[in-house]
């Protein structure tokens, strides 16, 4: 199916473990986005990347890691989960351009517990 | 750096025009967003503005102002599923000029 994809939708772990957030999208879409989303504080970026093989910290990448080695994928993978890293985990994409909004995936509720 | 804000909550009437407005602080604006999101699920797109003006969609309609840092979300005739919170996002020139910055959103109820 056309759209955007994340993996899981709901995901427990213990702290200390790794986890991946997986993303993917089938539009071939330059740009794609990782957000989290906690209360009080809105969505905030984590990391993004521009195209495969390029990608650059957000506002808060700390404890996180990002690859892209197709354009399609995106994950995201919490090296050491902590619980401050509890929280809705949104994953988006766009073509790039003027006028261009994200399209965001369902979203992923990590649990660390 | 950038800053948004967004009233956190108001409650209108089923039927009525509400207006939720929105202010930013940006270096480098290139567009603002709104989307609104459900409990629950993903933000979805509303609208665009990067000009000064209103663009009217429907029953939705965006101000921007950007001598000021002001936008505006105009609902006309609400129903009761409009009920959500409304993102309002600024697009920044740096970093390619794709990443938003999301205000802390408004939470809107629509009473019968």
Known sequence: ?113 | GQNIDQPTEMTATEGAIVQINCTYQTSGFNGLFWYQQHAGEAPTFLSYNVLDGLEEKGRFSSFLSRSKGYSYLLLKELQMKDSASYLCAVRDRENYGQNFVFGPGTRLSVLP
């Open chain 1, 1 to 113: 199916d056309a759209g955007i994809t994340q993996s899981p939708r709901y995901k427990i772990t213990e702290t200390g473990r790794q986890v991946t957030l997986m993303c993917h999208q089938t539009w071939s879409h330059s740009y794609m986005f990782w957000y989290r989303q906690d209360l009080g504080h809105g969505l905030r970026l984590i990391y993004y990347s521009a195209a495969a093989d390029i990608t650059d910290k957000g506002e808060v990448p700390d404890g996180y890691v990002v690859s892209r080695s197709k354009t399609e994928n995106f994950p995201l993978t919490l090296e050491s989960a902590t619980r401050s890293q509890t929280s809705v985990y949104f994953c988006a994409s766009s073509p790039g351009g003027a006028g261009y909004g994200y399209t965001f995936g369902s979203g992923t509720r990590l649990t660390v517990v």
